[in-house]
Structure formats: C-alpha cells, structure tokens
C-alpha cells in the first residue's frame, strides 16, 4: 500500500518567514538547505508556472537570434550576392566566418557579466543591439560594410541564458529539446518569411534582400524590450516566484546536485575548470552538432539552386526537412530523461546524421540528395541538446557551469567557422569536400561519446566501491550520467 505520507507535504511558517524577511542569497541557501517539506502537487503546479514563464520566450528570443544569424543565405538567394559582389572570390564565406570570431571569444565574458548585471538586465541590451545591427545590415552598400555588422551581430550575440540552473539534471533534455525546437523550427520557416519579404523589393526604393533584414531586425528590437519586461533573473535573484516557490526550486537542485546557490568565479577557478579535458570534450562534440546546423542553414538554399530549382522553390524547399525532426528530437529527448542515460541515444543520433550527409554527399538523384537533408536534421536536432544535456548533468558548481556553458557553445561557434569555409562556391552543386567534413565530424562526435562514457563509467565504479580520495565533483554521492 503506498504511504498516504508520501504525496503530501506543507511548509512550516518558520520556512516561508526566513525567505521572506532575509532575501539575502545566504539566507536562502540556508533555507534551501534546511528540512523544507512541500506538497508534491504544489511542486508540479511550480515547474510548470517555470517552464511557461521562461520556455518560450527564451525561445522565442534564440530563434531570432538564430534567424539574424543564418538568414545571409535567404538574403544571398533573393539577391544580395549581385548587388554586393559576394560571388566573388570568397567575400560571401569571409562574411558568414567572421560572424564567429568574436561571438566566440566573448563567450566567457558574456557568460560572467550575465551573473554580474543580471539576465534581465543583459539579454534586454544585447537583444535590442543586435536587433539594431540586424536592420542596419539592410543598409549596407558594400560587401565591406556587411562583414563589419557581421562582427558586431557576432560579439552581441555572446551570452546565453542557461537553462540547466533551473532544474534538476534529468529533466533538463525535454526542456532543452523544446527550447531547441522551437526555435529551431521557427528557423526552418524563416526561409518562408524570407521570401514573403523578398516580394517587397523595390518598395520604398529598398530592394528585396535588404527588406529581410530590416524587418526581422525591427522584430528583434520588439522582442528585447518586451523580454525586459517578463525574462526572470537566476532562481536565487528571481521576483515572479513567490518565497515558497523560490524555497522549492533552490531545495530541489540542491536535492540533486548540491549547488543551488552560485560560488565566487575567481581567475583561479576559471583555470582550474579550463583544466578539465572532459569540457573540452563536450565542446568538440557541440561542434561537431554545429557544424551540419550551420552548413544546413547557411548553404542549403543554395545547394537546392545549384542542384536546378528556381530561385523561388529553393527558398520554399529549405523550410520541410525541419518539420519532421520535431518528433525525433522530442522522442530521443522523452527517453533519454526516462532512462537518465545520454551517450547512446547522441550515438544513434549521429549515425542517422551520417545516412543523411552520405545521401546528400553522393546520391545521383537530386530527390534523394534531397531526402538526406531529411534524415540529417532527423539525427542532428535532437544530437545539440542532447549533448547540451550530457555536459550540463556532469558538471556542477555554478561557476564551473559558466566555464562549461561558454567553452561549449564557443566550440560550437567553430562548427560555424568550418561550415563557413568548407562549403565552397567552386565545389557546387554537389560540395562533397564540405560534406565530407561534416561526415567526419560525426564520427569524431560518435568517438568522444565512447570515450567520455568509459571514463565516467570507470569513475562510477571506484565511487560506488569507495575507491577514490574525493568524491566526484565535489559532491557525495554524485555519479556521472552516462
């Protein structure tokens, strides 16, 4: 029979007092480290007024941010490549590569001065900037200039809000996969929206390409003054919850992992966590995902023209093979949190991604080329939060996460620059040398999953028999998520 205890708890008044009076991040260290007992249903009631609140409008955000990013190659097909010279040389990959050079190395920055000034505070200037840049960039009058915004788009975009401080660790990959989906969904039909504000060209004496930019800018602005207004802070800087509720959220990650409130980040912990070959190896493998993201976003319109379809359908064309890696990235995301076990399912990820490129590689049929593209984004959407998930569950510490956060997505930046340089013009309409790299780059991913699963297993082993000095990250009882 089950305990009638078991589902029903209360907060003692002791509890909710302690919050109140002392918001102090101290203070509600203590109070998420005390007995705190809740009522399950409250618990549930909790998460789900966090998910709403936060889900969709970082989503919301990303996907803007992943638009202003890729939609170069929209612009490129409906007619930048003529009026700016782009197809000279190798001015259109300069200008999609140097994006990521600073977006890369602002990283870190931008990840230690999101705690500094807030998230609130942070993402609404850096999304109002680079909204700014975008609808500039409809301006340009030369390829030069392009570059330029191209850079300050890049440095902007620097900083991202981690969702995994928020939640326990093996709940993070559904919450991961919807961000991720949405926003990469609204990606994929950016090619769409795209198109529909080619048709104003001339309007206004402004031509078709520069109307995208100005008007997915102007968006982006709207969205950054709006996200002022409903983005919280981190769980212990939060105002929409109530002290029960922010008592909850930092008991139950204190519960899980032992780091509910943030730790000092001093250069010698930053070093210190640089150490770790383990979060190099979640970076390399984030660029590894990257890398057919951004070859897929920046180039597949126009490969599908060098393959003969019109300027028109290959824009139209772009936005399907998205639609379908909704499923399989909410499927792989459900079980990998079911089963709390990640390697595996990025493993059976990649190896749909490598069916894909290899279709897409070497097909004689232009239709099946196309089919590849299918299977590549079946495989590659749920690999990106998949591995997002594997690093975030392995690390703990806040600032550990921070150094984890900003060196992963920096190395996925690099994905950017090599899909950037790989895809060359003289190798259309088939760009195997591309391809082919983003075909390695699976198998490298394929082969640092293995190697990090054998070591985190092996580090499980000697903690369950007690044979380590230290217990793992610094927290008793911890293991590793394989």
């Given at each position: 029979m089950a305990n009638p205890h078991a589902e029903t708890r209360s907060y003692s008044d002791s509890d909710t007092k302690?919050?109140?009076?002392?918001?102090?991040?101290?203070?509600?260290?203590?109070?998420?480290?005390?007995?705190?007992?809740?009522?399950?249903?409250?618990?549930?009631?909790?998460?789900?007024?966090?998910?709403?609140?936060i889900l969709p409008l970082l989503a919301l955000l990303y996907s803007f941010a992943l638009i202003d990013r890729i939609n170069l190659g929209a612009a490129y097909t409906a007619g930048m490549a003529k009026d700016l010279g782009l197809k000279h040389g190798a001015r259109y990959s300069i200008a999609t590569c140097l994006y990521f050079v600073p977006y890369i190395l602002l990283q870190l920055p931008g990840n230690l001065v999101l705690r500094k000034f807030g998230v609130r505070n942070w993402l609404t200037?850096?999304?109002?900037?680079w909204g700014a840049v975008q609808l500039a960039m409809g301006f340009v009058p030369t390829w030069g200039y392009l570059t330029l915004t191209r850079i300050l788009l890049g440095a902007l975009e620097a900083s991202n809000a981690n969702l995994a401080f928020r939640y326990k660790r093996h709940e993070v990959q559904k919450r991961l996969a919807i961000f991720y989906l949405i926003s990469v969904t609204m990606g994929g039909l950016s090619p769409l929206l795209a198109y529909a504000l080619s048709l104003l060209d001339g309007k206004q004496g402004i031509r078709g390409w520069a109307w995208i930019f100005i008007i997915e800018g102007a968006i982006t602005i709207a969205l950054g003054i709006i996200s002022w207004l409903f983005i919280?802070?981190?769980?212990?800087?939060?105002?929409?919850?109530?002290?029960?509720?922010?008592?909850?959220?930092?008991?139950?990650?204190?519960?899980?992992?032992?780091?509910?409130?943030?730790?000092?980040i001093t250069r010698q912990k930053v070093f210190k966590h640089l150490s770790d070959w383990t979060l190099w190896a979640y970076g390399i493998m984030f660029m590894c995902s990257t890398l057919p993201a951004y070859a897929q976003a920046y180039f597949i319109s126009i490969i599908l023209q060098g393959l003969g379809w019109s300027k028109t359908n290959a824009l139209l064309l772009s936005a399907p093979p998205y639609l379908p890696s909704v499923v399989t990235a909410l499927f792989f995301a459900w079980i990998s949190d079911r089963t709390k076990h990640r390697g595996s399912f990025i493993v059976i990820q990649g190896l749909i991604c490598i069916v894909g490129l290899s279709l897409t590689a070497f097909a004689a049929s232009g239709n099946?080329?196309?089919?590849?593209?299918?299977?590549?984004?079946?495989?590659?959407?749920?690999?990106?939060?998949?591995?997002?998930?594997?690093?975030s569950n392995n690390v703990v510490s806040h600032s550990k996460r921070s150094v984890q956060s900003a060196l992963t997505v920096s190395l996925g930046g690099v994905g950017g620059i090599i899909a950037s340089t790989v895809f060359r013009?003289?190798?259309?309409?088939?760009?195997l040398p591309?391809?082919?790299?983003?075909?390695?780059?699976?198998?490298?991913?394929?082969?640092?999953v293995g190697i990090t699963n054998i070591h985190f297993r092996r580090l499980n082993k000697l903690s369950r028999e007690n044979k380590l000095k230290q217990p793992l990250e610094g927290q008793p009882g911890f293991l590793y998520t394989l």
């Open positions: 302690a919050v109140s009076k002392d918001p102090s991040i101290e203070s509600v260290k203590l109070e998420a480290a005390d007995n705190l007992e809740y009522d399950a249903a409250f618990e549930r009631k909790t998460m789900r007024f966090v998910d709403w609140r200037f850096i999304v109002v900037g919280p802070d981190f769980p212990d800087q939060n105002k929409f919850l109530t002290p029960e509720q922010t008592a909850l959220i930092l008991k139950r990650i204190e519960e899980d992992r032992g780091d509910s409130i943030p730790d000092t099946v080329r196309y089919f590849g593209i299918f299977l590549l984004n079946a495989g590659n959407s749920g690999t990106i939060p998949g591995i997002l998930a594997y690093s013009a003289k190798d259309s309409p088939h760009y591309g391809l082919g790299v983003t075909l390695g780059a699976q198998g490298l991913l394929i082969l640092l």
